[in-house]
């Protein structure tokens, strides 16, 4: 008697099941570490739908020539050669007249005149006068400043709290900050005492009491006394995030492991981004699909580059065109720009050719 078509559909679905299960555990013995549990290969969505698509809302024409994502309210832009910041409705509440602009953070944002950095207000008045010769934003009270050729930290007030001694420095997260010297990274708390001296070949800032750090060519995680709590022994490794980080094996496979080390999600994977409000970018096949905190695959790979999920929308890119999707993957903003970023407060920048817009948030 003939087999008909789902016997082979079986059959075929089957023998991808055994085969992916084996790969993966040939992979998870040579990683060296644990699985808790294991990925699931059936595709939520296997094809995006453009049928709920929406059309486009402009906070800012294409005009710009440069721009920030929106921060504390206000997005930093460069408009014929200045830097000024518009709110989210598109008005001008600095107008342009920096030679360079970062983002706010904690009321204050570091801005270039005359070739020096100060910190301004979100008024536009001064705070901080422009006197360093490299300035970035603040974190937990402290910012970092050059002065000379050397990085320290100065509090609101434009104090020096930690004497400029560093070849960089980095935001504090955590009680803690990266500063680097002699092409090595280490890490010192707000009184400028070294947790660990440098030593380390790159470093992370501290997310959920962990660091990730490279020694010797393997990467690692170290707690807030600068022991080992994850041995290196990974190709690459990201910070945690909702629990998760994502971690490349010796097999140059992604997977996800918990704070103990232990895979989570086993590594399965050609690459594997941090989990955003549960939804993490995984590569399979030169292609980028999504999947949740128990490795259940929610959008099938598909798509050239994308973003991280922020405010119910993913940012993808198909083709050379970028566009936004849902959490489920019908497409929400089709595929239009050049580039796009997240959306951020409810607004997202986008560019064609090389002009900046910024465009509104189609689902609030």
Known sequence: MGR?????????WLIFKITSFFLSLLVTQLSGCQIISTINNG???SRISSENAVPVQF??????ESGHDFSQGLAAVKLEGKWGYINQSGNWVIQPQFELADSFNEGLAPVKVDGKWGYIDQTGNWVISAKFDGAKSFA????????????????????VVILPQFYDAELFSEGLAIVENNNQYGYIDKTGNWITPPQFQEAEPFS??????????QYGYIDKTGNWAIPPQFKDASSFSEGLASVTNQAMKSGYINHQGEFVIMPYFDWAGDFVQGVAGISMHDKIGYIDQQGN???????????DFSEDLIAIKIGDKWGYINKIGNLVIKPQFDSAWSFQQGVARVRIDDRYAFITHPLK
């Open 208 to 217: 959920e009491g962990l660091a990730t750090v490279k020694l010797n060519n």
């Open 297 to 307: 695959m929610l959008i099938a790979p598909q798509f050239d580059n994308t973003y």
């Open 43 to 45: 595709f939520h969505n």
């Open 59 to 64: 906070t800012f024409p294409f005009e710009l």
């Open 140 to 159: 937990e009270g402290l910012a970092p400043v050059k002065q000379g050729e050397d990085w320290g930290y100065i509090d609101k007030t434009g104090t």
């Open 4 to 12: 008909g078509l789902l016997y082979y559909k079986f059959r075929h």
